[in-house]
């Protein structure tokens, strides 16, 4: 069965910190591997990732995917309070259904 | 910029009773999604709809769930007698291409609240 699991559940930071979220996957004929950001309603898109070892960056955001050990990850620098939010981290198989996991809620402090 | 559009954004209704959730999904996208949200859960996949057919369903998408693009704009889910369980967040989505993954584009979702 097709499954994303993301670590940590939860995590506390300050303003200022680096955080490091992570997602590992198992699915079926791999396609692609997306990562949303879940504030109030719905998730807003941040990266898609296809292709192993390219890093993707959007100012203090990036991610990068290894698909040897199938896993990605989101790290951010300089976090600020904006940045409180779920993570979702989402996976693509080969019926194009995307699975996501249940998400990092990242809190960032003051 | 385009976007997902669902209506109404929160619904109450008493168990046993059928709801339809309406979304209006980007309109050159030609792949579209219902998910749920049951409140501080994962989002969970329900269905994919494709060419005016279901292309993929979960578990979760049972006799009491049917979907339907009646005029070529909407995508509608209807749930024919709701459940306490059925209390969640739905999102529709929908993306442009059915042969290549790309960003799935959501909408605001709508909370159905089953008494």
């Known amino acids: 069965e097709d499954k994303v699991v993301q670590s940590p559940l939860s995590l506390v930071v300050h303003e200022g910190d680096t955080v490091t979220l992570n997602c590992s996957y198992e699915?079926?004929?791999?396609?692609?591997l997306l990562w949303y950001k879940q504030e109030k309603k719905a998730p807003t898109f941040l990266f898609m990732l296809?292709?192993?070892?390219i890093e993707k960056k959007s100012g203090r955001l990036s991610s990068i995917l290894d698909k040897k050990e199938l896993f990605s990850i989101l790290n951010i620098t300089a976090t600020q309070t904006g940045d409180s939010a779920i993570y979702l981290c989402a996976v693509v198989g080969g019926t194009y259904k995307y699975i996501f996991g249940t998400g990092t809620r990242l809190k960032v402090l003051a | 910029e385009p976007e997902v559009t669902q209506t109404p954004s929160h619904q109450v209704t008493q168990m046993g009773q059928e709801v339809i959730l309406r979304c209006v999904p980007i309109?050159?996208?030609?792949?579209f999604y219902w998910y749920r949200q049951i409140l501080g859960q994962k989002v969970e996949f329900l269905v994919s709809f494709y060419n005016n057919e279901i292309s993929e369903k979960s578990e979760i998408f049972d006799d009491q769930f049917s979907v339907e693009r009646p005029d070529g704009s909407n995508f509608t889910l209807k749930i024919r007698s709701t459940k306490l369980e059925d209390s969640a967040m739905y999102f529709c989505?929908?993306?442009?291409?059915?042969?290549?993954?790309?960003?799935?584009?959501f909408g605001e979702g709508s909370r159905l609240t089953v008494l």
């Open positions: 309109s050159n996208h030609l792949y």
């Open positions: 699915v079926t004929n791999f396609r692609s």
């Open positions: 296809t292709s192993s070892g």
């Open positions: 989505a929908s993306r442009i291409n059915p042969t290549n993954t790309g960003e799935l584009f």
